[in-house]
């Protein structure tokens, strides 16, 4: 009954294992740094919640028993095992983005309720439906139901059907005789005709390993082995994407399946670009997602997900940039309708940031705390929050300069010269009034106190690069050069007495900030350095995966560990370097 094995193996630890489209995973992380014993069927609907726990289960004693898992891409296992013999094993595939296939031969499955208690607003429901025959638990968290239908085998017990209060809840799956078990489990919502298999249970496994196999073809037809990573980057790409449900208008991909379960307003920019050439539409629709809630002032959300938008905070103008690039890497350049409804967004966005994040008479505009910068703690903000800072400045001169580029582009040639007079105006600002001659400071946006940092997001004026002037270009190439660690650039310099080596954007290596880095380098024509800082953190994601951040002076991956915009920063820089290596 052994499916074979295809694609990257990886650790559930680390990285979740879904699929294309769904809002659940199974996975030990069932809440905020919070690992169970046991795997879970973890619902992102509602908010992350930890719904089901699936217990391998020993055929004689009914106890719990220790397994190796496994996972690739198209198929999870538990495998018991006595000395070095396989003892019994478990298969899990998903049959569609909200159904999983579970097969077993030598141990049976415990399906139970993750939650013991239930009260009139949380807990999980248990009970046997008539119509169907299948055991069912509701969600009070998530609002759904998960319907458990047994397909072979038999259920040899069930505990805590229709209990209120604290109880154990769930149903026990074994095999006949030496035979081989098999049960299904869909997300619903109230009701559906009994569920019949579509396909055999290796059909299913094949079908998702091919549905892999074609994504990455898509998204990294350059792999090689001096790109190691590349299928493993796509895989958590790929898993991560959930289909639209709730406030999630179109297609997302989730920074993670993990808690970081959210699309924030610059995290999506680096997933559009990675998907460009190879998933278009898709691409297209994560550059649009924070744009489809646009609030009335022009203001995108801090965050999108199933059923939550926010609004406490924005997030820095890198949207222009991102779509200057965006439109290049499509295979086939936007029509005149997309192009006109994205030049409509950023010209409200930008419109934001010029009228309610300005003061009277200032060319600059401001942020209202850290989080607006995406550098939540950045010490660039510990003497004061509501500051001006040389890297927004430098955002919103390059959407300024989109700006101009779109409108030249749809005919609008009035609005075009009027952009790119208000980028120069900006820019000129930006050296005028944050440059020192050899630093860019922050200044307070109520008393004009100026003040440096040892923070990287003070050189992060850099991605304007040809448009900078040679010499600030230099000065800034060799700050940035003092950022670099083995494994990268670090967001705090390392003999800064501020930095931590888990402090957030205090400290460790980030993807946004080294794509954004790298790609102002190159263009400013520092490319020995910009080819530097790609093979570090191309060789850092080889050796630790893609976490949210990673300890600037060990490697170590940090936090959420299944991270999509490092997955697809390490995509970006894999395939850049794998175009100048063929050439």
């Known amino acids: 009954m052994t499916a074979a094995r295809s694609g990257p193996a990886f650790s559930v630890h680390d990285i979740p294992f879904?699929?294309?489209?769904?809002?659940?995973?199974?996975?030990?992380?069932?809440?905020?740094?919070?690992?169970?014993?046991?795997?879970?069927?973890?619902?992102?609907?509602?908010?992350?919640?930890?719904?089901?726990?699936?217990?391998?289960?020993?055929?004689?004693?009914?106890?719990?028993?220790?397994?190796?898992?496994?996972?690739?891409?198209?198929?999870?296992?538990?495998?018991?095992?006595t000395g070095r013999a396989e003892k019994g094993r478990v298969d899990l595939a998903y049959e569609s983005p909200d159904t999983v296939r579970l097969r077993g031969s030598g141990l049976a499955m415990g399906v139970l309720a993750a939650a013991r208690t239930l009260t009139p607003f949380s807990g999980t429901y248990f009970f046997q439906d008539p119509a169907t025959n299948a055991h069912v638990f509701t969600s009070y968290e998530t609002g759904r139901r998960y319907r458990v239908t047994?397909?072979?085998?038999?259920?040899?017990?069930?505990?805590?059907?229709?209990?209120?209060?604290?109880?154990?809840?769930?149903?026990?799956?074994?095999?006949?005789?030496?035979?081989?078990?098999?049960?299904?489990?869909?997300?619903?919502?109230?009701?559906?005709?009994?569920?019949?298999?579509?396909?055999?249970?290796?059909?299913?496994?094949e079908s998702a390993r091919r549905a892999f196999a074609d994504f990455v073809d898509k998204v990294a037809p350059w792999r090689s082995s001096a790109t190691p990573a590349a299928e493993l980057a796509a895989y958590v790409v790929w898993s991560a994407t959930v289909r639209p449900a709730g406030l999630v208008t179109r297609p997302a991909v989730l920074m993670s399946k993990h808690w970081m379960d959210k699309v924030w307003s610059w995290d999506h920019c680096f997933n559009a670009l990675a998907l460009a050439p190879g998933c278009p539409e898709l691409a297209l629709d994560q550059f649009a997602v924070p744009f489809d809630h646009q609030d009335d002032s022009g203001a995108l959300p801090?965050?999108?997900?199933?059923?939550?938008?926010?609004?406490?905070?924005?997030?820095?103008?890198?949207?222009?940039?991102?779509?200057?690039?965006?439109?290049?890497?499509?295979?086939?350049?936007?029509?005149?309708?997309?192009?006109?409804?994205?030049?409509?967004?950023?010209?409200?966005?930008?419109?934001?940031?010029?009228?309610?994040?300005?003061?009277?008479?200032?060319?600059?505009?401001?942020?209202?705390?850290?989080?607006?910068?995406?550098?939540?703690?950045?010490t660039t903000f510990d003497p004061e929050r509501v500051i001006i800072t040389a890297d927004l400045a430098a955002f919103l001169t390059l959407q300024l300069r989109e700006l101009a580029s779109l409108a030249a582009e749809l005919g609008k040639t009035d609005e075009a010269q009027r952009w790119t007079s208000v980028a120069e105006r900006t820019q000129?600002?930006?050296l005028g009034r944050l440059w020192t001659g050899d630093r860019f400071v922050a200044r307070s946006a109520t008393t004009e106190d100026t003040w440096s940092s040892a923070s990287l997001l003070d050189l992060m004026p850099i991605v304007l690069g040809e448009h900078l002037p040679a010499d600030v270009g230099t000065a800034l190439a060799d700050r940035v050069k003092a950022h670099l660690?083995?494994?990268?650039?670090?967001?705090?310099?390392?003999?800064?007495?501020?930095?931590?080596?888990?402090?957030?954007?205090?400290?460790?290596?980030?993807?946004?900030?080294?794509?954004?880095?790298?790609?102002?380098?190159?263009?400013?024509?520092?490319?020995?350095?910009?080819?530097?800082?790609?093979?570090?953190?191309?060789?850092?994601?080889?050796?630790?995966?893609f976490a949210e951040n990673f300890d600037a002076l060990t490697g170590t991956g940090?936090?959420?560990?299944?991270?999509?915009?490092?997955?697809?920063?390490?995509?970006?820089l894999a395939e850049a370097h794998a175009h100048r290596d063929s050439r």
């Open 302 to 378: 801090d965050s999108v997900t199933h059923s939550e938008v926010l609004y406490n905070f924005v997030k820095p103008p890198i949207h222009g940039w991102a779509f200057g690039h965006l439109r290049r890497r499509l295979p086939t350049p936007p029509r005149g309708e997309q192009l006109a409804e994205t030049y409509d967004r950023l010209t409200r966005w930008t419109d934001f940031w010029l009228a309610a994040r300005r003061g009277p008479g200032n060319d600059l505009p401001y942020y209202q705390h850290g989080n607006d910068s995406g550098w939540d703690n950045a």
């Open 18 to 81: 879904s699929t294309y489209g769904s809002w659940f995973d199974i996975s030990p992380v069932v809440a905020e740094k919070t690992y169970a014993e046991d795997l879970h069927l973890v619902s992102h609907q509602n908010g992350m919640h930890g719904v089901l726990r699936l217990v391998p289960l020993d055929t004689t004693t009914g106890d719990s028993v220790g397994t190796r898992v496994e996972a690739t891409p198209g198929l999870l296992s538990w495998i018991g095992e």
């Open 558 to 572: 940090l936090r959420d560990r299944a991270y999509t915009w490092t997955a697809s920063s390490y995509l970006l």
């Open 485 to 545: 660690t083995p494994y990268g650039l670090a967001t705090e310099l390392p003999t800064s007495p501020h930095y931590l080596p888990d402090g957030y954007w205090r400290g460790p290596i980030w993807a946004p900030a080294t794509v954004l880095v790298e790609d102002g380098l190159r263009r400013a024509g520092h490319h020995r350095l910009a080819d530097d800082i790609s093979a570090r953190f191309r060789a850092l994601c080889e050796t630790h995966g």
């Open 428 to 430: 000129t600002a930006l």
């Open 150 to 205: 047994v397909l072979s085998g038999t259920v040899t017990g069930t505990a805590g059907a229709e209990a209120l209060g604290g109880a154990d809840r769930g149903v026990t799956v074994t095999a006949e005789t030496h035979g081989a078990w098999e049960i299904a489990i869909e997300e619903l919502d109230t009701a559906r005709p009994p569920y019949g298999p579509s396909a055999s249970f290796d059909d299913i496994v």
